[in-house]
């Protein structure tokens, strides 16, 4: 029912220069894995095979990944080193890759409205590539909890956790009712807020259900923080008539956007995938 996921995939990745000048932030490995490669396994795993990534100019190693290399490919064929294409192999198999460009920068929601051509009138996922997510061995993966509650609730979901209070500016951040264990009605819902402004320390991290209502809002959206055209505007809009939750997930999530989240990410990659593979 939900059978495609956006990957918002153009943001210049500064805070990593000079390794992003050329390479996609997205690109960047936890080990041996680029980042969005994590994205669209987490996707596959919630039963999503459309994969919408919007892509931005200097991106096109992201679509050379997911695509066949003939040369390395031909090259490995027969030897041990085959094992490592194996994955990879089988999500260009299993899934589609569309793509579009967002052609200037005007934030998140732009990114998400330039997405619409890919997605159509369906609901759909966001996964944001550098919020890395895990779960324990036996629970669902974030999106697949996600996916799950949407079959319940048919709405616009934000997966959410709490973070120190003083952190708030970092994130989208939402007020709202506990209806159900971990489910909260979203009441208001604030892009990054100073702290003393914040209607609670529920931050809303990169993973999104939404309902294709939300292209319309996107549309008359004005710019909000930092002049940008911000998803967290325009799902407040959609909470206001309708009915948006907050979920906050089982799980653990890495900020691989910063760099001290992204070598905590690799240590447990390292420790948790790679090693035991
Ligand atoms: C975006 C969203 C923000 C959300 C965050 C999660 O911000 O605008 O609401 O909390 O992703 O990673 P960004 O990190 O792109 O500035």
Avoid: W
Avoid at 16 to 45: C, D, H, R
Wanted: net charge neutral; with cysteine.
């Amino acid at each position: 029912m939900i059978r495609k996921c956006l990957f918002p995939a153009a943001g210049y990745g500064t805070r990593f220069l000079p390794a992003t000048k050329s390479m996609p932030k997205e690109m960047l490995p936890l080990v041996n894995k680029p980042l969005i490669q994590y994205g669209v396994e987490e996707a596959l795993a919630a039963g999503i095979n459309g994969m919408a990534i919007v892509t931005g100019r200097g991106k096109r190693a992201i679509e050379d990944h997911f695509d066949i290399s003939y040369e390395l490919e031909h090259q490995i064929a027969g030897t041990s080193k085959e094992a490592a294409l194996k994955d990879i192999r089988h999500l260009i198999n299993v899934c589609t890759f569309s793509y579009t460009r967002q052609v200037e920068m005007k934030g998140l929601g732009h990114a998400i409205l330039t997405g619409e051509t890919l997605i159509g009138n369906e609901p759909f996922a966001v996964l944001l590539a550098d919020d890395y997510c895990v779960t324990e061995s036996g629970e669902d993966p974030v999106l697949l909890q996600m996916v799950k509650l949407y079959q319940k609730y048919r709405c616009s979901i934000v997966a959410i956790e709490e973070v120190p209070h003083d952190e708030t500016s970092k994130y989208g951040v939402i007020g709202g009712v506990e209806e159900a264990p971990g489910v909260y009605r979203v009441r208001q819902m604030v892009e990054k807020p100073d702290p003393a402004d914040a209607p609670s320390n529920l931050a809303i991290i990169g993973r999104y259900i939404l309902t294709p209502d939300i292209f319309d809002i996107l549309r008359v959206t004005p710019p909000g923080r930092n002049g940008e055209l911000q998803i967290t505007d325009a799902l407040m809009t959609q909470a206001t008539y309708g009915r948006v939750l907050g979920f906050k997930f089982k799980g653990r999530r890495f900020d691989c956007g910063s760099v001290e989240g992204f070598i905590d990410a690799t240590n447990y990659a390292y420790q948790h995938i790679y090693k035991r593979k």
